[in-house]
């Protein structure tokens, strides 16, 4: 069996979940507004000494969502978080802020430091109700990035119909979870008969 990467790809319900991004510059930022692309419902809280306008901005919108801290990074801003974002430029202050999250019991991940992270943040195809997250492992997010990119051009807008469609068949499927999974492969196999008829 080959190796090749080992992630195990997951999709978290951030509402559920108590986050904490450090450093509010420009990676702060992009991981910020990734978020809210995704999980609008999330609770996000931002330290950093200084916080860019988009980041502001952001929070406006989302008053109830983010919460702001304006100072230092203190060990105390860990306390109630189950996952931290650490995102300053400052190499140092990341490792301090890791090993102070480990030492919580917290996941992390650590902007452009792949040996300390937890969890990558994965390249995200959004098209109503189906979302497809793509990892290169860390090695390459602009590959992960031109991938989503293709992949959006080629799904079609209106995907969310045939999954609800999908749902009313498989809730008045009659018999056991096997039987349904049976009958469901056999509903869709039609999509890899057409693609592998091109």
Request: hydrophobic residues 40%; charged residues 30%; contains cysteine.
């Amino acid at each position: 069996m080959e190796k090749g990467n080992l992630l195990f790809p997951v999709f978290l319900r951030l509402e559920q979940l108590n986050l904490l991004i450090v450093g509010g510059g420009y990676v702060g930022w992009e991981k910020l507004g990734m978020m809210f692309r995704h999980a609008d419902n999330a609770n996000v809280t931002l330290v950093a000494p200084e916080i860019r306008p988009e980041i502001r901005n952001l929070a406006k919108e989302y008053p109830n969502n983010i919460q702001l801290i304006e100072r230092e990074f203190q060990e105390a801003d860990l306390q109630g978080k189950d996952v931290v974002l650490i995102a300053t430029c400052i190499h140092d202050l990341n490792k301090e802020v890791h090993a102070l999250a480990k030492q919580h019991g917290i996941l992390t991940n650590v902007a452009d430091t792949p040996e300390l992270c937890d969890f990558y943040l994965s390249s995200v195809v959004k098209k109503g109700d189906l979302k497809i997250a793509i990892s290169s492992n860390g090695k390459s997010p602009t590959l992960t990035k031109r991938i989503r990119e293709m992949l959006e051009d080629v799904l079609p807008d209106n995907i969310s119909t045939l999954l609800d469609k999908l749902k009313d068949i498989r809730n008045h499927l009659k018999g056991d979870f096997e039987y349904k999974v049976q009958k469901l492969d056999e509903i869709t196999s039609v999509m890899k008969e057409k693609q592998e008829n091109k």
